[in-house]
């Protein structure tokens, strides 16, 4: 068990629907990073938050934000869904310091039909 | 944008044999770790390699890091069933933000 949770751990919705990834981090990291994780583009980052702020983004689409709470824990919200953005999207944590390895939750399984 | 290759991407074996894959990159990085994913599951942390020449061993998994820090491989003697998944290395370069960038993965199956 890395400490990270996510919910749902499966979500399926229609195109042009907009959804909500939760993540909890391990307790005690101030760092959430968020990728998508597709068969042919392999685990692709999307935005890092340290400690409530924006600290990087990665290739997130505009349709596609996130935000982190006053509690460490972070919310990405993907809007205006289309087929392609069917993927795992992974959240992972780290106490923020440079070199500090990510620890990852189990992922969140979209589909969107 | 640092690219990281791995290879190979597949790799079928039998149990008891051995195998290396490689990480490979034009960038160098200031750290680079070793993830193993199974089905279902988010990547898990193996080792994290820091200094060029570096050579991490976990039991049967023998990891190292190029001397000038832009490759990585990781050893496995005697594979066993268990050690199937998907083996991910993943790269920082030094300065700014600590965001490791993935390659695709070298997906291993250990037939027993």
């Known amino acids: 068990d890395s400490g990270v949770t996510q919910t749902p751990k499966h979500l399926i919705t229609a195109t042009g629907q907009r959804v909500t990834l939760r993540c909890s981090p391990r307790?005690?990291?101030?760092?959430v990073y968020w990728y998508q994780q597709s068969l042919d583009q392999g685990l692709q980052f999307l935005i890092q938050?340290?400690?409530?702020?924006?600290?990087a983004k990665g290739n997130i689409l505009e349709r596609f934000s996130a935000q982190q709470f006053p509690d460490l824990h972070s919310e990405l919200n993907l809007s205006s869904l289309e087929l392609g953005d069917s993927a795992l999207y992974f959240c992972a944590s780290s106490p923020g310091d440079s070199n500090s390895p990510l620890h990852f939750g189990n992922g969140t399984r979209l589909t969107v039909t | 944008t640092q690219l990281l290759e791995q290879s190979p991407q597949f790799l079928s074996i039998q149990e008891g044999e051995n195998l290396t894959v490689y990480c490979n990159s034009s960038?160098?990085?200031?750290?680079l770790q070793w993830y193993r994913q199974e089905p279902g599951e988010g990547p898990v942390l193996l080792v994290t390699?820091?200094?060029?020449?570096e050579v991490k061993k976990l039991k049967r998994l023998t990891f190292q890091f190029g001397d000038a820090r832009k490759d990585s491989s990781l050893h496995i003697t005697a594979a066993q069933p268990g050690d199937t998944g998907l083996y991910l290395c993943?790269?920082?370069?030094?300065?700014?933000?600590?965001?490791?960038?993935f390659g695709r993965g070298t997906s291993l199956i250990v037939h027993p």
């Open positions: 960038s160098v990085f200031s750290s």
């Open positions: 307790s005690g990291d101030l760092s």
């Open positions: 390699v820091v200094t060029g020449g």
């Open positions: 938050y340290y400690n409530g702020e924006e600290r």
């Open positions: 993943a790269g920082a370069e030094s300065g700014g933000s600590y965001i490791p960038t």
